[in-house]
């Protein structure tokens, strides 16, 4: 059975840090772009960071870049997310994709998880 699985989410002070997991089930993530993306209530879901299969490369949207870092290891089917200096604006599910295209959309994921929520507030 094909599943992702996300982890780590809570309730954090703003300025704090989070470290988000997705471990793959069912296939291997070594040929797929891993994706995380997010949806805060009330609004669209939105890409946040994507990573190339072979980890050279990855897409941050502006509004995390320098906060926020991908990871992917393979060895172990899984993905990270580390999210430093949170705000609260970056309240959200958080959700795991994968893909085998070179891509970073959701509309060409292939597998999704269920989501992690993350809180952030004081």
């Known amino acids: 059975q094909v599943q992702l699985v996300e982890s780590g989410g809570g309730l954090v002070q703003p300025g704090g840090s989070l470290r988000l997991s997705c471990e793959a089930s069912?296939?291997?993530?070594?040929?797929?772009?891993i994706g995380w993306f997010r949806q805060a209530p009330g609004k669209e879901r939105e890409g946040v960071s994507c990573?190339?299969?072979?980890?050279?490369?990855?897409y941050y949207a502006d509004s995390v870049k320098g906060r926020f870092t991908i990871s992917r290891d393979n060895a172990k089917n899984r993905a990270y997310l580390q999210m430093n200096s949170l705000r609260p604006e970056d309240t959200a599910v958080y959700y795991c994709?994968?893909?085998?295209?070179?891509?970073?959309?959701?509309?060409?994921?292939?597998?999704w998880g269920k989501g992690t929520l993350v809180t952030v507030s004081s």
């Open positions: 990573i190339g299969n072979s980890a050279g490369t990855a």
């Open positions: 994709a994968a893909s085998p295209a070179y891509v970073c959309k959701a509309d060409d994921m292939d597998y």
């Open positions: 069912g296939f291997t993530l070594d040929y797929y772009v």
